[in-house]
């Protein structure tokens, strides 16, 4: 059973207009809780299902998109988004693609930076715990047993290309795209036998690796939704057009 310690507002504001003048896209305040992390029923990777407890912490309502990391790379001189020349994947409000772990991170550490607040990337336990939507036993972010249940199914199932995210994608905690749209780097490194020995409270991953955790579906799959217990990981210097990301920061 999925227990919050707080009660969860669904108010979300638009834009927020942090201390530096610098806008970022709506944050949702997900409240400290426990959960069931994994599936047993799912990949070996996914067992043990174990209980976990986190903290307090925010997500952003969606991923973060090419006119906010443009930002970034204006003001840093970063490389741009690798794949910008291509129309499917240069619109303003779609998710960036083809950023790797690293620069992910330096996108997190510099808006940080910015804006005074620790954004960064989520750990593999917040960013399930986040898709749960606030709910336990399911393997969407939806009700149903089946992915077809999603309102956003049929508009989204043969789609060649990330979308701009919309409200029909939205779970119980108002975070849309979080079972498709692109997959989304996390902070851990990857270990397939990790949960056999995870704590319980805020695991955060093995110490070290050769491959990055990522977690949610992807445009570029015959089968565009994932469970949200499903696992994921590669190289962090990879730029593939169907990863993203998406900013957390710990806290209320």
């Known amino acids: 059973m999925y227990r ?4 969860w507002s669904s108010s979300l504001s638009r834009r927020n207009v942090l201390k530096s003048g610098l806008a970022v896209g709506a944050l949702a305040s997900l409240p400290a809780g426990e959960f069931l992390m ?19 912490f925010r997500a952003a309502v969606s991923p973060v998109s090419n006119a906010d990391y ?15 020349g291509d129309e499917r994947f240069s619109a303003p409000g779609q998710p960036v693609v083809g950023v790797s772990w690293h620069e992910a991170v330096a996108y997190c550490d510099w808006l940080a930076g910015q804006t005074g607040t620790p954004f960064r990337l989520p750990t593999e336990a917040e960013r399930e715990y986040a898709a749960r939507g606030g709910a336990e036993g399911r393997d969407w972010p939806w009700p149903g047993t089946d992915v077809s249940a999603s309102p956003a199914f049929a508009a989204l199932a043969t789609l060649a290309r990330p979308h701009e995210p919309t ?25 397939a ?9 805020q695991p955060s991953g093995p110490s070290s690796g050769t491959r990055k955790t990522s977690r949610g579906g992807a445009w570029r799959h015959s089968q565009k939704f994932t469970r949200v217990a ?16 998406r900013i957390y920061a710990t806290g209320a």
């Open 38 to 56: 994994g599936n047993d029923n799912g990949r070996p990777d996914e067992r043990p299902a174990h209980r976990v407890s986190l903290g307090p």
């Open 70 to 84: 443009a930002r970034f790379v204006t003001a840093t001189g970063a490389p741009p988004a690798p794949f910008l």
């Open 230 to 245: 499903a696992r994921s990981a590669i190289d962090p210097s990879f730029h593939y057009s169907d990863y993203g990301f």
């Open 167 to 191: 409200e029909s994608c939205a779970n119980g905690f108002g975070l849309r795209c979080m079972a498709e749209n692109v997959h989304e780097w996390c902070l851990d490194w990857y270990d």
């Open 193 to 201: 036998e990790y949960y056999a020995h995870s704590p319980s409270d």
């Open 4 to 7: 919050a310690r707080t009660s």
